[in-house]
Nanobody, 127 residues
Framework: QVQLVESGGGLVQAGGSLRLSCAAS????????MAWFRQAPGKDREFVAA???????YYADSVKGRFIASRDDAKKMVYLQMNSLKPEDTAVYYC?????????????????????WGQGTQVTVSS
């Protein structure tokens, strides 16, 4: 069965950095986009970043210029480098697999496109 396991979350001061990792198993991985979403207490889950099967990246405006998504297909890993963190980045971060193989479009933001999800990793940014 498909498993996604996130790691790398923690407590960091504002302005600091964290690198999240997501390990995939039981899935083809290459040929599918991967994405990061986050959910803060009392809020809906929101799109953060996506990386297509070909390596193109997409970011929410709130993280553009601060976060960088990357992937290693040989290791079936996806990463999110988070820099210049702000208290409003505090949330549980989830990785997810897009259900559309070799998708070339730009519609990445709707969580309903994503078939599999990890359990999440907590990121807390103190002011």
């Amino acid at each position: 069965q498909v498993q996604l396991v996130e790691s790398g979350g923690g407590l960091v001061q504002a302005g600091g950095s964290l690198r999240l990792s997501c390990a995939a198993s039981g899935h083809t991985f290459s040929g599918y986009a991967m994405a990061w979403f986050r959910q803060a207490p009392g809020k809906d889950r929101e799109f953060v970043a996506a990386i297509s099967w070909s390596g193109s990246t997409y970011y929410a405006d709130s993280v553009k210029g601060r976060f960088i998504a990357s992937r290693d297909d040989a290791k079936k890993m996806v990463y999110l480098q988070m820099n210049s963190l702000k208290p409003e980045d505090t949330a549980v971060y989830y990785c997810a697999v897009d259900g559309r193989p070799y998708y070339r479009g730009t519609d990445r933001f709707d969580l309903n496109w994503y078939d599999y999800w990890g359990q999440g990793t907590q990121v807390t940014v103190s002011s």
